[in-house]
């Protein structure tokens, strides 16, 4: 299942059923899953971990060199879990030994054209980044979070699960789990009650996470007031939890 134009190093290695597309061309440290598909002219390099069942369409650079002046050839990683769509034109790169190392993309993921998940990024599962989304360094993205086109992230910014960005929005501090944004810079707008309601959460959920939303957002309170009010509401709705935690813990502030 390899075209015969593909240039493919013999040190990779290729799982069962995986396809390579014309003109791609595969590095020596690269490992891909079995029953992945890598459309054509698609460029796969550096120390990369692909696994099972991604579909990777063309034009890609995966594992490419991080965009860090400090980053001088220390054998960092990219690692991609399984059932990920990936669109035209994406760039993921590689890890730097500033961080952890390791570049990270988790399962499930629908990430669109044109998309840049730069070094030492942590991208969660079931994410969608549309058109043009872009992370910088050192990025976490939670579960089931959305951005949408031409959105960017400041480095080191944390995007909590089930939150929505707006597009175009730029997102310069942390947004937490849940919360809906706009604009540049990017100012809370409410919860993500549709994607809420779509993946199942229940009306009493919902009515607890939108209480711990205007105790920190509309209720005049400060931030440690805010915290306080917020955590006793999950105590009674673990469904609150991820949030109260979320704001507990902020290096570069929260959206407010």
């Known amino acids: 299942m390899i075209h015969p134009t593909a240039i493919v190093h013999s040190g990779a ?26 459309g054509p002219h698609v460029v796969i390099e550096g120390r990369t971990r692909i ?12 594992g490419g060199a991080p965009q860090d002046k400090k980053y001088a050839d220390e054998p960092t990683l990219l690692v991609v879990g399984d ?17 952890g ?17 730069a070094h030492d990024c942590q991208v969660g599962s079931h994410t969608i980044f549309s058109n043009n989304a872009a992370l910088a360094g050192h990025v976490h993205v939670g579960d089931w979070a959305i951005l949408s086109g031409f959105s960017g992230v400041h480095q080191f910014v944390r995007v909590g699960a089930h939150s929505f960005c707006g597009a175009s929005a730029v997102l310069l501090q942390d947004l937490p789990p849940y919360v809906t944004v706009t604009g540049n810079p990017a100012i809370p707008r409410g919860i993500n009650s549709e994607g809420l309601r779509r993946r199942g959460f229940t009306a009493e959920a919902m009515s607890a996470i939108k209480k711990a939303y205007r105790a920190l957002y509309r209720s005049g309170l ?12 999950a105590a009674e709705s673990p469904e609150v939890r991820p949030f109260a935690d979320f704001i507990g813990v902020s290096g570069r502030g929260l959206v407010r």
């Open 51 to 62: 696994g099972r069942d991604n579909r990777v369409f063309q034009f890609c650079s995966l």
């Open 13 to 38: 290695r290729i799982g069962n059923g995986v396809e390579i597309g014309p003109y791609s061309i595969i590095g020596e440290n690269v490992e891909i899953g079995d029953g992945t598909w890598i």
């Open 222 to 233: 400060s931030l440690g007031e805010a915290r306080e009010k917020i955590d006793a509401i």
């Open 101 to 117: 190392g390791v570049t990270r993309v988790g399962d499930d993921n629908w990430i669109m054209a044109y998309v840049h998940i």
């Open 83 to 99: 059932r990920n769509t990936i669109r035209e034109y994406c760039t993921f790169s590689t890890g730097t030994i500033q961080d």
